[in-house]
């Protein structure tokens, strides 16, 4: 699953990730950069949209201009609720409960499991080899 489809700017996937994960974080343009690997004129670009937008706000910070996130923007808890969930996609883990040996299969079943539309294919002249495996395939369908 990939967020590219709803959010196709990679720099504001990583930018809206940021302030999702920090909420009170306020930041400048080059620790930002920093922080997601990106180029400093990438990272100003996109935090002058999110401000237009009204996502961000901005302030003076020395001779630096530092956002913050607008916790009272409409769109910031369902934009939250996508990216923790995508999060959470993104770090699950499967765990394989069980595996098969295409030996053991054959020996329980009595013979290879193909079905049945794959085998006049498997069967017929081909030009070029076929694979090792298809190969293999074959010779047992042969010794049945």
Not at 117 to 138: A, Q, V
């Amino acid at each position: 699953m990939d967020l590219s489809f709803l959010i196709p700017s990679k720099v504001r996937r990583l930018v809206l990730d940021y302030y999702v994960r920090n909420p009170d974080a306020q930041v400048g343009i080059r620790e930002l950069a920093r922080e997601l690997k990106i180029s400093p004129q990438e990272s100003f670009r996109e935090l002058c949209n999110l401000e237009s937008w009204g996502m961000l706000f901005s302030s003076r910070r020395g001779s630096e201009r530092a956002f913050r996130l607008n916790q009272r923007f409409r769109l910031y808890p369902p934009i939250r609720d996508l990216l923790t969930l995508y999060r959470k996609e993104q770090n699950r883990k499967y765990e394989v409960n069980q595996t098969y040996r295409m030996e053991d299969l054959v020996r329980e079943i009595g013979k290879t499991p193909i079905p049945p539309e794959m085998l006049p294919r498997l069967m017929e002249k081909r030009k070029k080899h076929r694979s090792y495996e298809e190969e293999k395939i074959l010779k047992r369908i042969n010794r049945t």
